[in-house]
């Protein structure tokens, strides 16, 4: 059975207090309100990832993930920070190759594959994103565009490691826009995601990998694209800066 997973993107945003109040308010409702079937992520800037990481204590089903690392191991690097530094600070995901990292700091394909291949040596989770801007959907080469992104980041790794990878699909035209995609276009492109995997490593394997779905969803879409075969969970941005709204999310499975 594949991981169900709602992941909370908080991007550029929370101060310590904000992050602090978010966290224990989510840690709170997800054992009063029984969400253990469902893996929750949190992914704050840095800076709050060990307070974040305490706050969630010996909880079970929470976890902390960063948004981006380094390409490089260690050394003088300045600015960066490196999948083992995270693993030490009991970090368990990444977030690599958000679309706002590929358009704002230029992350090619290339440099995602190897942050991928970093995190993965350093026994992170990768939570690794694609998807495609809007003039591509409306050519309608939204399906090769993508998977494109994954042949090219993903296809070095073996099968065990690719097993340990889990895939975002946000489309660009969809985050933050509060345009969300559909559950049928969701599940069309998670399909197609998902052959592709299998294609290169096989139908178990590619069944095993979680496929998430980001972009404006929110509690009141959420039900409906998680209700689809081949969307395994959710990465929230805007709305996972509400615990309620995060928490019902979670809920809608
Ligand atoms: O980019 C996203 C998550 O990584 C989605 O953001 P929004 O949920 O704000 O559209």
Not at 77 to 105: C, K, M, N, Q, W
Not at 109 to 121: C, G, P, R, S, Y
Not at 156 to 164: F, G, H, P, Q, V
Not at 179 to 208: N, P
């Amino acid at each position: 059975m594949r991981k169900k997973i709602i992941a909370g993107n908080w991007k550029m945003n929370m101060t310590y207090e904000e992050g602090q109040k978010l966290t224990s308010e989510i840690v709170q409702m997800a054992k009063d309100e029984n969400l253990d079937g469902v893996t929750l992520v949190l992914n704050p800037p840095f800076p709050h990832l060990y307070v974040v990481k305490k706050l969630i204590g010996g909880t079970s089903n929470i976890f902390v993930g960063a948004q981006n690392c380094s390409d490089k191991e260690s050394g003088a690097y300045t600015g960066e920070v490196s999948a083992p530094i995270l693993a030490s600070f009991g970090v368990d995901y990444v977030i690599i190759g958000h679309s706002e990292r590929r358009e704002y700091f230029k992350e090619s394909n290339e440099l995602l594959a190897t942050k991928v291949k970093q995190a993965l040596a350093a026994g992170l989770t990768p939570i690794f994103c694609c998807g495609e801007s809007l003039d591509i959907r409306e050519a309608g080469t939204h399906e090769p565009n993508v998977k494109y992104q994954l042949t090219d980041s993903l296809f070095d790794l073996s099968a065990e490691e690719i097993s340990k990878v889990v895939i975002a699909y946000e489309p660009i035209w969809a985050i933050g826009t509060g345009k969300t995609a559909t559950a049928e276009q969701a599940q069309e492109m998670h399909y197609a995601l998902r052959k592709h995997l299998a294609s290169k490593y096989g139908k178990e394997v590619a069944d095993s990998i979680s496929i998430l779905y980001g972009g404006s969803m929110k509690p009141s879409n959420a039900a409906e694209l998680l209700s689809k075969p081949d969307v395994d969970g959710g990465l929230i941005g805007g709305a996972s800066l509400k615990s309620r709204d995060f928490i019902d999310i979670a809920k809608s499975y």
